[in-house]
């Protein structure tokens, strides 16, 4: 069953919404929403949604204190992404994340290192890993997409990568970086390839513009893929989509899958 999960993207420590791939440009990113509230706010609101699984991304520096505002305002609520190593996951995981979320330190010279992804996975466990697979699409399907998205690797998203990453992490994180955060339609032969291959629980990020999104993607993923809200979600200044009609949406879907 699909369900909607959360987010709260931080940079210079407040809550904003970037076009995808656009942080590092000489004139700065490409901004469609920054909110005047605290990154604690969001986390409250979805704490008393019991919205769980959503992601907190750090882009860039000067964010720790705001990070760890919003960890503090739900421990144990958020998946955490953004400058982890095996160094700082155990120490953001004591502050409160539940798992860590982690590409580009897995990668040297645009090659997945599968050393580092041991490394990762040993210093924070299997089970509170997850492996973040931002893509570009190119002409033999997606590429993992690394440092910010500006770096096209070598690791296809296909069938094989995500069964063999699968060992060292419980969850995928994927954003489709050619469409996030432009609110134009969310990439179907992406959400239909993790359906199909992912053998783990898998999250997918961009492009989502309208309620329906949820029922697209729950269809074309077969209900093994949820999904995220960012520019389009009212919370973010959008107008494409209610946060009540997603809060909503897993309401119903919790009722009827009981845990």
Same mark, same amino acid.
């Given at each position: 069953?699909?369900?909607?999960?959360?987010?709260?993207? =931080?940079?210079?420590?407040?809550?904003?919404?970037?076009?995808?791939?656009?942080?590092?440009?000489?004139?700065?990113?490409?901004?469609?929403?920054?909110?005047?509230?605290?990154?604690?706010?969001?986390?409250?609101?979805?704490?008393?949604?019991?919205?769980?699984?959503?992601?907190?991304?750090?882009?860039?520096?000067? $964010?720790?204190?705001?990070?760890?505002?919003?960890?503090?305002?739900?421990?144990?609520?958020?998946? !955490?992404?953004?400058?982890?190593? #095996? +160094?700082?996951? #155990?120490?953001?995981? %004591?502050?409160?994340?539940?798992?860590?979320?982690?590409?580009?330190?897995?990668?040297?010279?645009? %090659?997945?290192?599968?050393?580092?992804?041991? @490394?990762?996975? +040993? %210093?924070?466990?299997? @089970?509170?890993?997850?492996?973040?697979?931002?893509?570009?699409?190119?002409?033999?399907?997606?590429?993992?997409? %690394?440092?910010?998205?500006?770096?096209?690797?070598?690791?296809?998203?296909?069938?094989?990568?995500?069964?063999?990453?699968?060992?060292?992490?419980? @969850?995928?994180?994927?954003?489709?970086?050619?469409?996030?955060?432009?609110?134009?339609?969310?990439?179907?032969?992406?959400?239909?390839?993790?359906?199909?291959?992912?053998?783990? #629980?898998?999250?997918?990020?961009?492009?989502? $513009?309208?309620?329906?999104?949820?029922?697209?993607?729950?269809?074309?993923?077969?209900?093994?893929?949820?999904?995220?809200?960012?520019?389009? !979600?009212?919370?973010?200044?959008?107008?494409?989509?209610?946060?009540?009609?997603?809060?909503?949406?897993?309401? =119903?879907?919790?009722?009827?899958?009981?845990?």
């Amino acid at each position: 069953m699909t369900i909607f999960r959360p987010c709260i993207d =931080i940079h210079d420590g407040r809550v904003k919404q970037i076009v995808g791939g656009t942080l590092e440009q000489d004139s700065g990113p490409q901004t469609n929403f920054i909110s005047d509230r605290d990154p604690a706010w969001y986390a409250d609101l979805y704490r008393r949604d019991d919205l769980r699984g959503g992601h907190v991304i750090s882009l860039g520096p000067g $964010n720790e204190a705001a990070v760890r505002q919003t960890l503090s305002a739900w421990p144990g609520g958020f998946h !955490l992404g953004g400058g982890i190593t #095996p +160094s700082n996951a #155990p120490g953001w995981l %004591a502050g409160g994340a539940q798992k860590v979320i982690v590409t580009s330190w897995l990668f040297a010279d645009s %090659a997945l290192d599968m050393g580092r992804v041991a @490394e990762m996975a +040993s %210093a924070v466990t299997k @089970e509170c890993l997850v492996i973040d697979l931002s893509c570009r699409r190119v002409k033999d399907g997606w590429r993992v997409a %690394a440092n910010r998205w500006r770096t096209v690797t070598d690791t296809l998203v296909n069938a094989e990568t995500l069964q063999r990453l699968s060992e060292f992490c419980s @969850e995928y994180l994927v954003h489709a970086a050619d469409v996030e955060g432009r609110c134009q339609g969310i990439d179907a032969d992406l959400v239909t390839l993790l359906g199909a291959e992912c053998p783990i #629980p898998c999250t997918y990020a961009g492009g989502a $513009n309208r309620i329906d999104d949820l029922d697209t993607v729950e269809r074309l993923s077969c209900g093994r893929v949820d999904l995220t809200f960012g520019s389009a !979600l009212d919370l973010f200044g959008g107008q494409g989509v209610r946060y009540d009609d997603c809060v909503q949406w897993n309401r =119903i879907r919790a009722a009827r899958n009981p845990v």
